[in-house]
């Protein structure tokens, strides 16, 4: 079987910057930080000195059944709303839907953390047989690291095959890769990928504890974090999630559906080293493999999205990476300024921003950015909002444990 092309026909975002493509597009335009305080917990004054987290501050209807809800955690049910938005803007028929031919790559850094904590408090806390015993069956449904995959599969009778990658910041981006090649590949018509995170002070406490997370700005949470700016000091834990519907080209153009681009190349690979140090080597490489698989130049790309998270070493190996494989010619974004770090859900958040640029032909600024690091400035910022065709952009993520994801996205013209 030869190569397939792969489209995506839909996209939907719960973020810190808007639920929905109006309000987040709005949100890009005029610079609205989605970075707040901090929620007062059990956790905060006694270890977290950040105090400042990317948060959802949209209502969000949920309309399940109580069949599907009894096994959510907020992370799920984060994951079934855009699942559920993504199905319904697509188009595709039920009976394709339930028909084998559609499959799922969808996942989150640890299922639901807040879930978790409550099965341990349990757990630690019981002194008799009945307090055990509080813990219930669906608990582990609710906490288990593949639960918005499964929750999907359950709630809208999806049987194709499901991948649920657990790579903590390359979660998404690689659901959105490993659905591409299953598309391209012909092992299925169509893939729903994407991933999400919920709020949860405890990964604010992980990234706190190795001085990773932003503190200077406390008392200013939207001038925090700032991507490749002197002053940066630590990224900005956040919460979200976002699904994109993957098809086969001719599949989507037949029934009519919209498309909203192209996925042209997809690379993943390891730093074989260091599970926490970024590598310049390694990111450079991803790179230079994701051009390779989309079989195009460097000069072709107009904008990247960078992973930008605003760590002191981790933007300066970035930015150096993007000018040996890119020079200073393609813009560059740190859409993490806007909201945070939405962990899992970074990489599909960002390619449907991404979209949205393309869509509108404009590139966001990164907010923050007001003192460029020298050490940062060999490529080619964007410091204020900018009319400008997109044609065609390159989305990378990067993460814990030397994982490293560059995805190619083209608009059809």
């Known amino acids: 079987m030869t190569d397939r092309r792969v489209v995506i026909t839909a996209c939907s975002a719960i973020s810190p910057i808007g639920h929905g493509r109006d309000k987040i597009v709005e949100s890009l335009q005029k610079g609205v930080s989605g970075v707040k305080t901090l929620r007062e917990d059990e956790l905060i004054g ?8 990317g948060t959802v501050s949209d209502p969000i209807e949920y309309d399940f059944k109580r069949q599907h809800r009894k096994t959510m955690g907020p992370v799920a049910y984060y994951a079934c709303q855009v699942a559920e938005e993504v199905l319904e803007q697509s188009g595709l028929p039920n009976e394709f839907v339930t028909g084998g031919r559609l499959g ?18 349990i757990f630690l806390g ?5 307090t055990y015993q509080k813990i219930g069956a669906v608990d582990y449904l609710k906490s288990m690291v593949h639960t918005t995959a499964v929750n999907i599969s359950k ?46 002070t405890i990964t604010v406490a992980v990234f706190d504890n190795l001085l990773a997370c932003s503190t200077a700005f406390n008392d200013q949470p939207e001038k925090t974090p700032r991507p490749f700016d002197r002053a940066r000091d630590g990224l ?21 559906a919209p498309i909203l681009g192209e996925v042209i ?39 990247i999205s ?22 200073s010619n393609p813009h560059v974004v740190a859409l993490k300024s806007y909201m945070g770090h939405t962990m899992a859900a970074c990489g599909v958040i960002e390619t449907i921003l991404t979209l949205y640029m393309m869509q509108e032909n404009f590139i966001a600024p990164t ?27 390159a989305i990378q993520n990067f993460a814990f444990g030397g994982v490293n994801t560059s995805l190619l996205i083209r608009k059809l013209t």
């Open 367 to 393: 907010i923050n950015l007001e003192d460029i690091d020298e050490r940062c400035a060999m490529v080619r910022h964007v410091q204020k909002l900018i009319e400008h065709p997109v044609t065609t952009a």
């Open 126 to 130: 019981a002194k008799d047989k009945e």
């Open 155 to 200: 709630m809208f009778g999806i049987t194709g095959r499901i991948i649920s990658s657990g790579t903590a910041c390359t979660t998404s981006s690689q659901s959105i890769g490993f659905g591409y090649e299953a598309v391209k590949y012909g092992l299925q018509d169509a893939m729903l990928c994407g991933g999400a995170d919920e709020y949860d």
């Open 306 to 327: 960078a992973h930008a998270t605003a760590t002191k070493m981790g933007d300066i190996i970035e930015a150096q990476a993007i000018g040996t494989v890119f020079g």
């Open 236 to 256: 900005v834990v956040a919460e979200g999630a976002g699904a994109v519907m993957l098809e086969e080209y001719e599949f989507a153009k037949k029934r009519g």
């Open 46 to 53: 006694r270890f977290i000195h950040s105090r400042v987290y």
């Open 265 to 303: 190349g997809f690379a993943c690979n390891s730093n074989g080293g260091d599970l926490i140090l970024p590598n310049l080597e390694g990111i450079t490489k991803t790179l230079q493999l994701g051009l390779e698989n989309a079989e195009i130049s460097a000069s072709e790309v107009d904008l």
């Open 104 to 121: 799922i790559a969808f996942g989150s850094i640890h299922g639901s953390p807040t879930v978790q904590r409550d099965i341990y408090k």
